[in-house]
């Protein structure tokens, strides 16, 4: 049996935090695991089945999730039968102005996972963290002008708002929800010749590298923070299934890293810098050449 247990607190009332997670078609907005999700009905009660598709510790997962307990803005339980048992607990409870949420896995682990026992737990945990801090990030960020949030922003928060914008925009496809996470004159130290300016001119950039890379999946391998500021040292791997800066489709996969730096205002992305080695994926795509190594 393995065992995960969250705690956090948002800035939102409980109604609101509650009407969010117990909505299915708003799931793979801060589910990382999850492709899908289909409920039998909505909104869901006792006896809701949820269909879902994923992956986990890279493998492919289907299974059906039920609603076995339901008490509005209280308590939410769903269990899994397939890949394999668990139960999840959804607590809410009102808290400073705004939400306790406390969520609490157990699984029974069995054939291929139950081998990988250890890392699914130490996996399951971080996982569980980062889809409730992006849950978190994502209905903070709906704040009305009337109720506005506190001003002092942590380094931690900042940290976990560039870790749900990540998940958002490069593992979900959702630019429809960068307004969420960006500034509208948003400065992009790393902008194509002829961008833009402002957010806009980023959202096509983005655009177009997720057309050139449609299973892009981007894996953050540190973060650094101080103040205002937030390093991310990142990693890219993806096919090359769409045009790229007048490059034509190779069908080869290719993987990249760098280093991006963001100042954040107001909770929102204001300005970035960035440093990729991009000769590095023109090679790998054909376009030019590795150079020859001469040794003495």
């Known amino acids: 049996m393995v065992k995960a247990e969250i705690s956090l ?170 307004d969420e996470f960006f500034v509208p004159d948003y400065l992009d130290h790393a902008a194509l010749p002829g961008q833009v300016p402002g957010l806009e001119g980023a959202k096509q950039k983005w655009a177009m590298y997720l057309a050139a890379f449609p299973d892009m999946r981007a894996t953050i391998d540190e973060m650094v923070a101080e103040e205002d500021e937030v390093g991310v040292r990142w990693t890219v791997d993806g096919t090359h299934r769409g045009e790229l800066l007048g490059i034509r489709a190779t069908g080869k996969h290719v993987r990249f890293s760098g280093i991006s730096i963001y100042r954040l205002a107001g909770r929102k992305i204001a300005e970035q810098w960035e440093q990729w080695d991009r000769l590095d994926l023109m090679r790998q795509l054909g376009v030019v050449t590795a150079p020859v190594q001469v040794h003495a």
Request: charged share 30%; with cysteine.
């Open 9 to 178: 607190h948002v800035n939102r009332p409980v109604a609101e935090v509650f009407k969010y997670l117990s909505d299915p078609t708003r799931m793979l907005e801060w589910n990382t695991t999850l492709e899908e999700a289909t409920a039998s009905e909505t909104p869901i009660k006792v006896g809701t089945h949820i269909r879902t598709r994923g992956r986990i510790l890279g493998r492919k997962i289907e299974g059906t999730v039920e609603v076995v307990e339901y008490e509005p803005n209280k308590r939410i339980v769903e269990k899994l039968d397939q890949p394999f048992s668990s139960k999840a607990i959804y607590s809410y409870q009102a808290e400073n102005g705004g939400t306790r949420l406390v969520c609490a896995v157990e699984a029974e682990l069995g054939g291929f996972f139950k081998l990988s026992e250890p890392i699914f737990e130490r996996l399951m945990k971080k996982q569980l963290k980062g889809q409730l801090e992006t849950a978190k990030v994502l209905l903070e960020a709906q704040l009305p002008a009337s109720q506005p949030m506190k001003q002092s922003v942590s380094t931690e928060d900042n940290k976990a708002i560039l870790r749900a914008h990540a998940e958002a925009l490069f593992n979900q496809k959702r630019l429809d929800l960068m």
